[in-house]
């Protein structure tokens, strides 16, 4: 059975990742309706999904560093 700590890391390090993902697709979404409405193709979608990964790499550095600061992480290998 799995422990409920482990759930709880499970949990936290999967939200990090989904947050990642789900920054970069919504920026680059938006830049493709900013292409859509302007007609500036690719523009739009290059530079707000780019816009999009340094934001989320930030947070998600951002988010690695305040775990690693809280004593949370986990042992490697445990």
């Known amino acids: 059975m799995i422990e409920r700590s482990g759930l709880r890391d499970l949990a ?5 990742g989904i947050t990642l993902a789900l920054g970069v697709a919504f920026f680059a979404w938006m830049g493709m309706l900013v292409d859509r409405r302007f007609s500036t193709a690719p523009w739009g979608l290059v530079i707000l999904g780019l816009l999009g990964a340094v934001l989320s790499l930030y947070k998600f550095i951002r988010d690695v560093n305040e775990f690693d600061a809280s004593g949370d992480t986990p042992e490697p290998g445990a």
Do not use: A
Request: aromatic fraction near 20%.
């Open 12 to 16: 936290r390090y999967g939200g990090v």
